[in-house]
């Protein structure tokens, strides 16, 4: 197999760019419709901590920005009726094997691996089912999965960041779960709720880090999951 040429490189990043201009607008109605109601629905907001979108190693612009429309969602769904908002949050220990890769962050019992206030702020914060986890899966060695044994939403949004690590794992977990179950289970990522980090070539050979180009790693993989099934919306409305 020969390698791709730039030229057919350029051309698959233009088909993506194409594919993504191109995504709906999801409206509450037909989501509602499709799950059978709002209570059966539930809001999955993952890793939207200070340690990524406020202070820390981590913390990144891109993902600050996040909080405004994931606050007015999560606002939205609770007017709607929704009463599941499941959040999985780092927590790790101060001997994290994750650290290896992308170095101390939202280390249990710091302020880093709190929820970021204008989440913590609103006013059905104690509906918030907090899931600490200690690796990318929202699903290894957590509660969620007797959470959604317990609670067996037919519709799952999920939001947060970073859209090529733990949203990823996030979104693929829950669609392949439901596959060998049979169940209906719709997942949908709205664009305007996710994203990643941003680290280009020369700053990260500067810092000693691997480069992640946020935005080229958020385009692939929201492309990746529409690839599985995952029902990607510009946003919901």
């Known amino acids: 197999m020969s390698d791709l040429s730039m030229a057919e490189v350029e051309s698959f990043i233009a088909y993506i760019d194409d594919a993504l201009s191109q995504l709906p607008v999801l409206k509450w109605d037909d989501l509602e419709r499709e799950a059978g109601g709002a209570d059966d629905i539930a809001v999955l907001c993952v890793d939207l901590t200070n340690a990524f979108a406020k202070f820390g190693n981590l913390a990144s612009p891109r993902v600050a920005a996040l909080i405004e429309p994931i606050a007015r969602l999560f606002r939205r769904a609770y007017e709607r ?67 959604l044994d317990r609670e067996r939403p037919r519709g799952i949004i999920v939001t947060g960041d970073c859209t090529d690590l733990c949203v990823y794992q996030s979104a693929m977990y829950l669609k392949l779960r439901a596959t060998p ?35 080229l790693m958020h385009r692939l993989f929201l492309y990746h999951m529409m690839l599985n099934g995952i029902r990607i919306a510009q946003r919901i409305e």
């Not at 609103?122 to 969620?144: E, G, M």
């Not at 997942?187 to 680290?199: G, H, I, K, L, Q």
């Open 81 to 147: 009726g929704v009463r599941k908002f499941v959040l999985p949050q780092d927590c790790h220990p101060p001997d994290s094997p994750e650290f290896e890769q992308y170095g101390p962050h939202a280390m249990c019992g710091t302020d880093e691996w709190e929820t970021v206030q204008e989440l913590k702020g609103l006013p059905f914060s104690d509906l918030y089912q907090i899931v600490p986890k200690t690796s990318l899966n929202p699903a290894i060695d957590t509660d969620l999965p007797a959470w």
């Open 181 to 215: 179950r049979k169940e209906h289970c719709a997942v949908v990522v709205p664009r305007d709720c996710v994203d990643t980090y941003d680290a280009t070539v020369e700053p990260a050979r500067k810092l000693g880090i691997v480069p992640h180009p946020g935005e």
